[in-house]
Protein backbone atom coordinates (compact mmCIF):
# COMPACT_ATOMS: atom_id res chain seq x y z
CA UNK A 1 0.00 0.00 0.00
CA UNK A 2 1.41 3.73 -0.96
CA UNK A 3 1.60 5.98 1.18
CA UNK A 4 0.12 8.62 -0.53
CA UNK A 5 -2.99 6.06 0.04
CA UNK A 6 -2.27 5.57 3.70
CA UNK A 7 -2.59 9.42 3.51
CA UNK A 8 -6.10 9.76 1.64
CA UNK A 9 -7.29 7.05 3.76
CA UNK A 10 -6.46 9.18 7.19
CA UNK A 11 -8.00 12.38 5.94
CA UNK A 12 -11.07 10.75 4.67
CA UNK A 13 -11.35 9.50 8.45
CA UNK A 14 -10.63 13.12 9.96
CA UNK A 15 -13.55 14.62 7.52
CA UNK A 16 -15.71 12.21 8.41
CA UNK A 17 -14.92 12.23 11.88
CA UNK A 18 -14.76 16.17 11.65
CA UNK A 19 -18.56 16.40 10.00
CA UNK A 20 -20.47 13.36 12.31
CA UNK A 21 -18.65 13.95 15.80
CA UNK A 22 -17.16 17.54 16.06
CA UNK A 23 -19.36 19.87 13.43
CA UNK A 24 -18.49 22.91 11.31
CA UNK A 25 -18.02 25.47 14.06
CA UNK A 26 -16.20 27.84 15.92
CA UNK A 27 -15.67 25.37 19.22
CA UNK A 28 -11.76 25.00 19.16
CA UNK A 29 -11.60 21.27 18.11
CA UNK A 30 -13.51 22.14 15.58
CA UNK A 31 -11.39 24.82 14.55
CA UNK A 32 -8.19 23.11 15.08
CA UNK A 33 -9.20 19.97 12.87
CA UNK A 34 -10.76 22.05 10.46
CA UNK A 35 -7.66 24.13 9.96
CA UNK A 36 -5.47 21.15 9.73
CA UNK A 37 -7.61 19.67 6.98
CA UNK A 38 -7.50 22.69 5.08
CA UNK A 39 -3.84 23.32 5.21
CA UNK A 40 -2.09 20.18 5.15
CA UNK A 41 -5.49 17.80 3.43
CA UNK A 42 -4.97 17.96 -0.27
CA UNK A 43 -3.06 20.88 -0.38
CA UNK A 44 -0.41 18.93 1.30
CA UNK A 45 -0.72 16.65 -1.85
CA UNK A 46 -0.99 19.19 -4.50
CA UNK A 47 2.23 20.70 -2.73
CA UNK A 48 4.48 17.26 -2.85
CA UNK A 49 2.81 15.99 -6.02
CA UNK A 50 2.19 18.67 -7.97
CA UNK A 51 3.04 22.43 -7.28
CA UNK A 52 6.60 21.69 -5.25
CA UNK A 53 7.93 19.39 -8.06
CA UNK A 54 7.79 22.68 -10.71
CA UNK A 55 10.25 24.78 -7.82
CA UNK A 56 13.87 25.14 -7.95
CA UNK A 57 13.92 25.03 -3.99
CA UNK A 58 11.80 21.96 -3.67
CA UNK A 59 14.78 19.95 -5.58
CA UNK A 60 17.45 21.98 -2.83
CA UNK A 61 14.85 20.34 -0.39
CA UNK A 62 15.09 16.68 -1.70
CA UNK A 63 18.60 16.91 -2.57
CA UNK A 64 19.51 17.11 1.25
CA UNK A 65 18.19 13.17 1.58
CA UNK A 66 18.92 11.18 -1.63
CA UNK A 67 18.93 7.97 -0.01
CA UNK A 68 15.76 8.70 2.00
CA UNK A 69 12.03 8.78 1.37
CA UNK A 70 11.25 12.40 3.41
CA UNK A 71 8.28 12.72 1.15
CA UNK A 72 7.02 8.85 2.14
CA UNK A 73 7.69 9.45 6.08
CA UNK A 74 5.68 13.00 6.12
CA UNK A 75 3.12 11.12 4.71
CA UNK A 76 2.78 8.44 7.18
CA UNK A 77 3.39 11.06 9.73
CA UNK A 78 0.57 13.45 8.80
CA UNK A 79 -1.58 10.45 8.51
CA UNK A 80 -0.56 9.35 12.00
CA UNK A 81 -1.17 12.88 13.22
CA UNK A 82 -4.47 13.22 11.86
CA UNK A 83 -6.01 9.55 13.59
CA UNK A 84 -4.55 10.64 16.85
CA UNK A 85 -6.10 14.06 16.77
CA UNK A 86 -8.90 12.78 15.97
CA UNK A 87 -8.61 10.26 19.21
CA UNK A 88 -7.21 12.90 21.50
CA UNK A 89 -10.86 14.34 21.20
CA UNK A 90 -12.57 11.15 21.36
CA UNK A 91 -10.40 10.70 24.78
CA UNK A 92 -11.33 13.89 25.83
CA UNK A 93 -14.98 13.19 25.62
CA UNK A 94 -14.84 10.15 27.18
CA UNK A 95 -12.73 11.07 30.22
CA UNK A 96 -14.64 13.61 31.06
CA UNK A 97 -18.06 11.59 30.35
CA UNK A 98 -19.43 14.17 27.98
CA UNK A 99 -21.19 13.05 24.50
CA UNK A 100 -22.07 13.98 21.42
CA UNK A 101 -25.96 15.02 22.50
CA UNK A 102 -23.84 17.41 25.71
CA UNK A 103 -22.07 19.18 23.25
CA UNK A 104 -25.05 19.82 21.05
CA UNK A 105 -26.77 20.84 24.43
CA UNK A 106 -24.07 23.12 25.44
CA UNK A 107 -23.84 24.51 21.89
CA UNK A 108 -27.58 25.36 21.71
CA UNK A 109 -27.71 26.51 25.17
CA UNK A 110 -24.67 29.09 23.79
CA UNK A 111 -27.05 30.08 20.82
CA UNK A 112 -30.32 30.91 22.96
CA UNK A 113 -28.61 32.74 26.22
CA UNK A 114 -27.84 35.69 26.96
CA UNK A 115 -24.33 37.10 27.99
CA UNK A 116 -23.46 35.80 31.44
CA UNK A 117 -21.22 38.81 33.61
CA UNK A 118 -19.55 37.69 36.74
CA UNK A 119 -20.41 40.87 39.25
CA UNK A 120 -17.13 42.78 39.92
CA UNK A 121 -15.51 42.15 36.11
CA UNK A 122 -16.21 45.70 34.98
CA UNK A 123 -14.20 47.30 37.91
CA UNK A 124 -11.57 44.54 37.38
CA UNK A 125 -11.19 45.19 33.71
CA UNK A 126 -11.18 48.67 34.35
CA UNK A 127 -7.69 48.00 36.46
CA UNK A 128 -6.65 45.63 33.86
CA UNK A 129 -7.10 47.96 30.87
CA UNK A 130 -5.42 51.20 32.83
CA UNK A 131 -2.30 49.33 33.61
CA UNK A 132 -1.54 47.46 30.67
CA UNK A 133 -2.14 50.76 28.55
CA UNK A 134 0.17 52.69 30.50
CA UNK A 135 2.76 49.23 30.36
CA UNK A 136 2.30 49.21 26.44
CA UNK A 137 2.72 52.93 26.17
CA UNK A 138 6.02 53.14 28.09
CA UNK A 139 7.52 50.04 26.01
CA UNK A 140 6.26 52.28 22.79
CA UNK A 141 7.90 55.47 24.17
CA UNK A 142 11.09 53.59 25.83
CA UNK A 143 11.79 51.45 22.86
CA UNK A 144 10.55 54.60 19.92
CA UNK A 145 8.14 52.17 17.98
CA UNK A 146 5.78 54.55 16.37
CA UNK A 147 8.69 55.58 13.70
CA UNK A 148 9.89 51.58 13.30
CA UNK A 149 6.06 50.63 12.34
CA UNK A 150 5.43 53.39 9.85
CA UNK A 151 8.67 52.84 8.26
CA UNK A 152 8.05 48.93 7.83
CA UNK A 153 4.06 49.28 6.76
CA UNK A 154 4.81 52.91 4.77
CA UNK A 155 8.23 52.67 3.29
CA UNK A 156 9.19 51.10 -0.02
CA UNK A 157 11.37 48.63 1.11
CA UNK A 158 12.50 44.85 -0.28
CA UNK A 159 10.72 42.18 1.48
CA UNK A 160 14.30 40.99 2.34
CA UNK A 161 15.15 44.64 3.90
CA UNK A 162 11.38 44.19 6.09
CA UNK A 163 12.37 40.34 7.31
CA UNK A 164 15.91 41.96 8.25
CA UNK A 165 13.85 44.79 9.63
CA UNK A 166 11.96 42.58 11.70
CA UNK A 167 14.71 40.91 13.11
CA UNK A 168 16.79 43.60 14.21
CA UNK A 169 13.51 45.28 15.94
CA UNK A 170 10.51 43.40 16.03
CA UNK A 171 8.83 43.38 19.16
CA UNK A 172 10.63 44.06 22.30
CA UNK A 173 13.68 42.67 23.70
CA UNK A 174 11.71 42.14 26.82
CA UNK A 175 10.28 38.30 26.84
CA UNK A 176 7.94 39.05 29.43
CA UNK A 177 6.53 41.79 27.58
CA UNK A 178 6.14 39.75 24.39
CA UNK A 179 4.28 37.24 26.19
CA UNK A 180 2.05 39.55 27.89
CA UNK A 181 1.21 40.87 23.90
CA UNK A 182 0.99 37.38 22.79
CA UNK A 183 -1.82 36.16 25.42
CA UNK A 184 -2.83 38.10 28.50
CA UNK A 185 -3.45 41.62 26.57
CA UNK A 186 -5.22 39.91 23.97
CA UNK A 187 -7.21 38.42 26.40
CA UNK A 188 -7.80 41.00 28.49
CA UNK A 189 -9.00 43.32 25.45
CA UNK A 190 -11.12 40.77 24.17
CA UNK A 191 -12.65 40.91 27.47
CA UNK A 192 -13.07 44.88 27.58
CA UNK A 193 -14.41 44.58 23.83
CA UNK A 194 -17.12 42.28 25.19
CA UNK A 195 -17.82 44.41 28.15
CA UNK A 196 -18.03 47.40 25.69
CA UNK A 197 -20.70 45.98 23.48
CA UNK A 198 -22.75 44.84 26.66
CA UNK A 199 -25.32 47.87 27.23
CA UNK A 200 -25.19 46.94 31.17
CA UNK A 201 -21.94 47.06 31.57
CA UNK A 202 -20.04 50.66 32.01
CA UNK A 203 -16.21 51.02 30.90
CA UNK A 204 -14.25 54.43 30.89
CA UNK A 205 -12.90 55.34 27.21
CA UNK A 206 -9.19 53.98 28.39
CA UNK A 207 -11.11 50.28 27.55
CA UNK A 208 -10.88 51.58 23.85
CA UNK A 209 -7.50 52.88 24.48
CA UNK A 210 -6.13 49.86 25.58
CA UNK A 211 -7.89 48.04 22.66
CA UNK A 212 -5.99 50.35 20.15
CA UNK A 213 -2.88 50.31 22.71
CA UNK A 214 -3.03 46.15 21.89
CA UNK A 215 -3.11 46.98 18.14
CA UNK A 216 0.16 48.93 17.98
CA UNK A 217 1.74 46.51 20.04
CA UNK A 218 0.76 43.61 17.71
CA UNK A 219 1.79 46.36 14.79
CA UNK A 220 5.28 46.73 16.72
CA UNK A 221 6.26 43.03 15.81
CA UNK A 222 7.01 44.54 12.24
CA UNK A 223 4.39 41.92 10.50
CA UNK A 224 1.68 41.55 8.99
CA UNK A 225 0.06 38.35 10.52
CA UNK A 226 -0.38 39.74 14.64
CA UNK A 227 -2.42 42.65 13.98
CA UNK A 228 -4.65 41.07 10.60
CA UNK A 229 -5.09 38.43 13.25
CA UNK A 230 -6.10 40.39 16.25
CA UNK A 231 -8.44 42.34 14.25
CA UNK A 232 -10.15 39.27 12.80
CA UNK A 233 -10.05 38.01 16.42
CA UNK A 234 -12.51 40.93 17.61
CA UNK A 235 -14.38 40.00 14.77
CA UNK A 236 -14.99 36.54 15.88
CA UNK A 237 -15.34 37.47 18.96
CA UNK A 238 -18.13 39.77 18.30
CA UNK A 239 -20.38 36.37 16.27
CA UNK A 240 -19.47 34.47 19.84
CA UNK A 241 -20.98 36.76 21.68
CA UNK A 242 -24.08 35.43 20.10
CA UNK A 243 -23.42 31.94 18.65
CA UNK A 244 -20.74 29.56 17.67
CA UNK A 245 -22.55 28.46 14.86
CA UNK A 246 -20.79 28.75 11.41
CA UNK A 247 -23.33 28.64 8.61
CA UNK A 248 -22.12 28.58 5.05
CA UNK A 249 -23.06 32.31 4.36
CA UNK A 250 -21.09 33.00 7.25
CA UNK A 251 -18.45 31.35 6.85
CA UNK A 252 -17.98 32.42 3.45
CA UNK A 253 -18.15 36.31 4.76
CA UNK A 254 -15.70 35.10 6.97
CA UNK A 255 -13.50 33.69 4.41
CA UNK A 256 -13.45 36.67 2.09
CA UNK A 257 -12.88 39.60 5.09
CA UNK A 258 -9.74 37.45 5.73
CA UNK A 259 -8.50 37.42 2.01
CA UNK A 260 -9.33 41.45 2.15
CA UNK A 261 -7.65 42.06 5.00
CA UNK A 262 -4.16 40.38 4.77
CA UNK A 263 -4.45 41.21 1.23
CA UNK A 264 -4.22 44.28 2.45
CA UNK A 265 -2.08 43.94 4.66
CA UNK A 266 0.38 42.22 2.81
CA UNK A 267 -0.07 45.03 -0.67
CA UNK A 268 0.72 47.68 2.00
CA UNK A 269 3.76 45.80 3.35
CA UNK A 270 5.54 44.24 0.45
CA UNK A 271 6.01 46.83 -2.15
CA UNK A 272 7.13 44.36 -4.96
CA UNK A 273 3.85 43.09 -5.20
CA UNK A 274 1.23 44.75 -8.15
CA UNK A 275 -2.17 44.54 -7.93
CA UNK A 276 -5.07 42.06 -7.03
CA UNK A 277 -3.75 39.04 -8.47
CA UNK A 278 -0.48 39.47 -6.94
CA UNK A 279 -1.57 39.58 -3.55
CA UNK A 280 -3.86 36.63 -4.10
CA UNK A 281 -0.50 34.38 -5.41
CA UNK A 282 0.98 35.34 -2.42
CA UNK A 283 -1.58 34.76 -0.08
CA UNK A 284 -1.82 31.06 -1.60
CA UNK A 285 1.74 30.75 -1.46
CA UNK A 286 2.34 31.84 1.80
CA UNK A 287 -0.89 30.19 3.68
CA UNK A 288 -0.87 26.79 1.74
CA UNK A 289 2.29 26.15 0.18
CA UNK A 290 4.92 27.47 2.60
CA UNK A 291 3.33 25.13 5.68
CA UNK A 292 4.07 22.30 3.52
CA UNK A 293 7.04 23.41 2.34
CA UNK A 294 8.72 23.92 5.99
CA UNK A 295 7.35 20.28 6.58
CA UNK A 296 9.11 19.00 4.29
CA UNK A 297 12.28 20.77 4.98
CA UNK A 298 12.10 19.06 8.25
CA UNK A 299 11.80 15.61 7.17
CA UNK A 300 14.03 15.86 4.38
CA UNK A 301 16.77 17.23 6.82
CA UNK A 302 15.93 15.00 9.99
CA UNK A 303 17.74 12.16 10.17
CA UNK A 304 19.41 12.34 6.90
CA UNK A 305 21.79 15.20 7.46
CA UNK A 306 20.95 16.07 11.53
CA UNK A 307 20.45 13.69 14.11
CA UNK A 308 17.24 13.32 16.43
CA UNK A 309 17.65 15.37 19.62
CA UNK A 310 15.60 13.16 21.62
CA UNK A 311 14.62 15.83 23.64
CA UNK A 312 17.89 18.11 23.75
CA UNK A 313 16.40 20.76 21.18
CA UNK A 314 13.89 21.94 24.45
CA UNK A 315 15.85 24.64 25.05
CA UNK A 316 13.86 25.94 27.48
CA UNK A 317 14.58 23.27 29.45
CA UNK A 318 17.61 22.12 28.28
CA UNK A 319 19.20 25.20 29.07
CA UNK A 320 17.52 25.45 32.57
CA UNK A 321 19.27 22.23 33.28
CA UNK A 322 22.67 22.61 31.76
CA UNK A 323 22.94 26.51 31.40
CA UNK A 324 23.76 25.71 28.05
CA UNK A 325 20.95 25.79 25.73
CA UNK A 326 21.37 24.06 22.39
CA UNK A 327 20.64 26.13 19.10
CA UNK A 328 17.29 25.33 17.74
CA UNK A 329 16.09 22.97 14.92
CA UNK A 330 14.38 25.45 13.38
CA UNK A 331 17.64 27.14 12.76
CA UNK A 332 19.71 24.21 12.23
CA UNK A 333 16.97 23.19 9.48
CA UNK A 334 17.28 26.62 7.46
CA UNK A 335 21.15 26.35 7.39
CA UNK A 336 20.57 22.53 5.77
CA UNK A 337 18.76 24.21 2.69
CA UNK A 338 19.63 27.45 2.66
CA UNK A 339 23.58 27.20 3.60
CA UNK A 340 23.19 29.72 5.89
CA UNK A 341 22.22 30.11 10.06
CA UNK A 342 20.46 33.16 9.77
CA UNK A 343 17.78 32.17 7.53
CA UNK A 344 15.29 29.88 9.72
CA UNK A 345 12.34 27.34 8.49
CA UNK A 346 9.71 26.95 11.36
CA UNK A 347 6.66 24.56 11.02
CA UNK A 348 3.80 23.13 12.60
CA UNK A 349 4.06 20.91 15.88
CA UNK A 350 4.64 17.81 14.55
CA UNK A 351 7.96 18.79 12.60
CA UNK A 352 9.32 19.69 16.14
CA UNK A 353 7.91 16.39 17.60
CA UNK A 354 9.44 14.23 14.42
CA UNK A 355 13.04 16.28 15.06
CA UNK A 356 13.40 15.41 18.70
CA UNK A 357 11.28 12.31 19.41
CA UNK A 358 10.69 10.57 15.65
CA UNK A 359 7.42 8.34 15.35
CA UNK A 360 6.75 8.50 18.78
CA UNK A 361 6.88 12.38 19.05
CA UNK A 362 4.62 12.64 16.55
CA UNK A 363 1.87 9.91 17.87
CA UNK A 364 2.32 11.29 21.38
CA UNK A 365 2.47 15.20 20.51
CA UNK A 366 -0.48 14.66 18.59
CA UNK A 367 -2.61 12.61 20.66
CA UNK A 368 -1.96 15.35 23.53
CA UNK A 369 -3.03 18.45 20.95
CA UNK A 370 -6.29 16.69 20.22
CA UNK A 371 -7.31 15.83 23.72
CA UNK A 372 -6.04 19.20 25.11
CA UNK A 373 -7.64 21.49 22.56
CA UNK A 374 -11.20 18.98 23.22
CA UNK A 375 -10.52 19.75 27.34
CA UNK A 376 -10.28 23.51 26.54
CA UNK A 377 -14.32 23.07 25.07
CA UNK A 378 -15.40 21.26 27.76
CA UNK A 379 -13.92 23.62 30.10
CA UNK A 380 -15.28 26.47 28.16
CA UNK A 381 -18.23 25.46 26.65
CA UNK A 382 -19.59 22.53 28.46
CA UNK A 383 -18.71 23.62 32.04
CA UNK A 384 -18.87 27.34 32.31
CA UNK A 385 -21.33 28.30 29.31
CA UNK A 386 -21.44 31.69 27.85
CA UNK A 387 -19.38 34.65 29.91
CA UNK A 388 -17.61 37.53 28.65
CA UNK A 389 -14.46 35.35 30.46
CA UNK A 390 -15.14 31.96 28.00
CA UNK A 391 -15.66 34.07 24.96
CA UNK A 392 -12.42 35.64 25.55
CA UNK A 393 -10.57 32.64 26.27
CA UNK A 394 -11.91 31.22 23.09
CA UNK A 395 -10.87 34.08 21.03
CA UNK A 396 -7.25 33.36 22.51
CA UNK A 397 -7.60 29.64 22.06
CA UNK A 398 -8.04 30.20 18.49
CA UNK A 399 -4.71 32.44 18.51
CA UNK A 400 -2.89 29.57 20.07
CA UNK A 401 -3.98 27.08 17.82
CA UNK A 402 -2.59 29.22 14.80
CA UNK A 403 0.33 28.97 16.87
CA UNK A 404 0.50 25.60 17.21
CA UNK A 405 0.22 25.30 13.51
CA UNK A 406 2.89 27.38 12.48
CA UNK A 407 5.39 26.42 15.52
CA UNK A 408 5.84 24.19 17.85
CA UNK A 409 3.52 22.85 20.59
CA UNK A 410 5.30 23.85 23.90
CA UNK A 411 5.15 27.26 22.06
CA UNK A 412 1.75 27.50 21.78
CA UNK A 413 0.79 26.21 25.04
CA UNK A 414 3.12 28.87 26.55
CA UNK A 415 3.39 31.88 23.79
CA UNK A 416 0.19 30.91 22.03
CA UNK A 417 -1.39 31.03 25.92
CA UNK A 418 -3.53 27.55 25.12
CA UNK A 419 -2.00 26.67 28.80
CA UNK A 420 -3.34 30.15 30.46
CA UNK A 421 -6.69 30.08 29.10
CA UNK A 422 -8.33 28.36 32.09
CA UNK A 423 -6.40 29.97 34.81
CA UNK A 424 -7.11 33.13 32.98
CA UNK A 425 -11.23 32.74 32.66
CA UNK A 426 -11.18 31.48 36.07
CA UNK A 427 -9.13 34.85 37.12
CA UNK A 428 -11.44 36.68 35.77
CA UNK A 429 -15.06 34.72 36.82
CA UNK A 430 -13.81 34.18 40.17
CA UNK A 431 -17.31 35.23 41.97
CA UNK A 432 -20.37 34.18 43.60
CA UNK A 433 -22.73 36.77 41.66
CA UNK A 434 -23.49 37.30 38.25
CA UNK A 435 -25.72 39.19 36.10
CA UNK A 436 -27.71 37.66 33.45
CA UNK A 437 -27.56 40.38 30.70
CA UNK A 438 -30.39 40.76 28.57
CA UNK A 439 -29.83 44.56 27.01
CA UNK A 440 -32.02 45.75 29.48
CA UNK A 441 -30.61 45.88 33.16
CA UNK A 442 -31.46 42.41 33.54
CA UNK A 443 -31.79 41.03 36.98
CA UNK A 444 -29.17 39.92 39.50
CA UNK A 445 -28.89 36.22 40.41
CA UNK A 446 -26.86 34.23 42.87
CA UNK A 447 -25.56 30.85 41.35
CA UNK A 448 -22.46 28.74 43.06
CA UNK A 449 -19.64 29.02 40.54
CA UNK A 450 -19.39 25.61 40.20
CA UNK A 451 -22.56 25.20 38.91
CA UNK A 452 -22.02 27.83 36.00
Excluded at 2 to 13: H, N, P, Y
Excluded at 57 to 69: C, K, L, N, V
Excluded at 271 to 294: C, K, P, Q, T
Excluded at 321 to 338: D, E, F, I, K, M
Amino acid sequence: MSTSLVFAMAVTWSVAFYVWRVGINLTLSSVFLGLMLALHGPMYLYYTRIWGIQTKFFETIMSSAPYYDAIGALDLSLALSFVCITIGIAGADFAFGVNHQQIQAALHSWRTQPVRIASGVAQRLKIISTIGFFIILAFIIVENKIPQIIVYFISDASEVAKIAMRRESGGSRFYLFNLLVSNLFPFSAFCCFIALRQRSMKLPAIAWAFIVAVMVAKASTLSKAPLAIFVLQLIVVEHLRKSLDLPMGMAIKFISLCVLLFGAMVLVAIRELHGVGDALDFLFYRIFMIANESLLEYYAAIPSVLPYGWGSKFSWLVGSLTGQPSQPTYVLVGAVHRGMEGSTSTAMFIADAWADFSWVGVFLFSLFAGFFIRLLDIQLIVKRGKTVATIAGLALGHYGIFVMLSTALQTAMMTGGLFLIVPFVLALSSSLKWVSDKNDGGQEHLVQLGRV
